[in-house]
T-cell receptor, first 112, second 113 residues
Framework: NAGVTQTPKFQVLKTGQSMTLQCAQDMNHEYMSWYRQDPGMGLRLIHYSVGAGITDQGEVPNGYNVSRSTTEDFPLRLLSAAPSQTSVYFC???????????FGQGTRLTVV | GNSVTQMEGPVTLSEEAFLTINCTYTATGYPSLFWYVQYPGEGLQLLLKATKADDKGSNKGFEATYRKETTSFHLEKGSVQVSDSAVYFCALRPGGGSEKLVFGKGTKLTVNP
């Protein structure tokens, strides 16, 4: 099984550019989420989805959009990148009440 | 609200030393508790978990016990190896059916030969 796949692994953007971080899982997990990891901050929840067509905001949603048209995919969109969005982004998925979340390998984003 | 506090790093140990990484939490309801590990250049992997008071989670020689009275979930290993070098995250999942994870800030462990 591929598990949770994130693309790209690395990305450099200029301030004001837009882009989409891709996340796909092949485990038929209903719950998917996006986190950002910053030094000394741990992981903070950006957005999450409990199933196709349902999304909600996490702790730090500003500047990011998400959609969930299929069970497998949960893309994260940056509409107008800012230097404050320089971070490592992780996508995760899980089944309800199964306790273990599976993480992708991360996307390292630099906004200059 | 829900929060996790874990000891600041970095932690540097010699091989075969004893490891403790402290973790305390604040939560409403009855959370599940986790330790995740992140090896260099990789995503997070579940190391161990506990779902109720006095449960002990264990895996790969690591252990942690869910202590409700002290709201703690400290990670321990009796004899660390160089391959244990990683960042360790304590996390909680609030009770009531929430799937969200709340993470501590992480503790970087380096084990020297």
């Amino acid at each position: 099984n591929a598990g949770v796949t994130q693309t790209p692994k690395f990305q450099v953007l200029k301030t004001g550019q837009s882009m989409t971080l891709q996340c796909a899982q092949d485990m038929n997990h209903e719950y998917m989420s996006w986190y950002r990891q910053d030094p000394g901050m741990g992981l903070r929840l950006i957005h999450y989805s409990v199933g196709a067509g349902i999304t909600d905001q996490g702790e730090v949603p500003n500047g990011y959009n998400v959609s969930r048209s299929t069970t497998e995919d949960f893309p994260l969109r940056l509409l107008s990148a800012a230097p404050s969005q320089t971070s490592v982004y992780f996508c995760a998925s899980s089944l309800p009440d199964r306790l273990e979340a599976f993480f992708g390998q991360g996307t390292r984003l630099t906004v200059v | 609200g829900n929060s996790v506090t874990q000891m600041e790093g970095p932690v540097t140990l010699s091989e075969e030393a004893f490891l403790t990484i402290n973790c305390t939490y604040t939560a409403t309801g009855y959370p599940s508790l986790f330790w995740y590990v992140q090896y260099p250049g990789e995503g997070l992997q579940l190391l161990l978990k506990a779902t109720k008071a006095d449960d002990k989670g264990s895996n790969k020689g690591f252990e942690a016990t869910y202590r409700k009275e002290t709201t703690s979930f400290h990670l321990e290993k009796g004899s660390v190896q160089v391959s244990d070098s990683a960042v360790y995250f304590c996390a909680l999942r609030p009770g009531g059916g929430s799937e969200k994870l709340v993470f501590g800030k992480g503790t970087k462990l380096t084990v020297n030969p």
